[in-house]
């Protein structure tokens, strides 16, 4: 089992920036995919970005430019850096940990942060 934990979410004015945390219970990084997601009212869950074992990262083209996704291994934490936020990007953040056991894939997720883009 894993629980992650996301916290940095809040209310900023277009053209602000926020840093999201999520802390995992252990240490996961080496075989997880760690990722944000986020699902505004009435959308899909979207992928915003992930950071692989190897440290490969990707990017909605919605975000690119603007949003960076780190890990600091020691701290078993993954941040997501947002910058130039827009209202569009109002939505309730999430992060996930994924890892593929064969054919089968096993997700956890965290509870979410809010994110709020208004002025």
């Known amino acids: 089992q894993v629980q992650l934990v996301e916290s940095g979410g809040g209310l900023v004015q277009p053209g602000g920036s926020l840093r999201l945390s999520c802390v995992a219970s252990?240490?996961?990084?080496?075989?997880?995919?760690m990722g944000w997601y986020r699902q505004a009212p009435g959308k899909q869950r979207e992928l915003v970005a992930s950071?692989?074992?190897?440290?490969?990262?990707r990017y909605a083209d919605s975000v690119k430019g603007r949003f960076t996704i780190s890990r600091d291994t020691g701290k078993n934490t993954v941040y997501l850096q947002m910058n130039g936020l827009k209202p569009e990007d109002t939505a309730v953040y999430y992060c996930?940990?994924?890892?593929?056991?064969?054919?089968?894939?096993?997700?956890?997720w965290g509870q979410g942060t809010q994110v709020t883009v208004s002025s």
């Open positions: 996930n940990a994924y890892t593929w056991y064969g054919t089968s894939r096993s997700d956890y």
């Open positions: 252990r240490r996961i990084f080496s075989i997880y995919v």
């Open positions: 950071i692989t074992s190897g440290s490969t990262t």
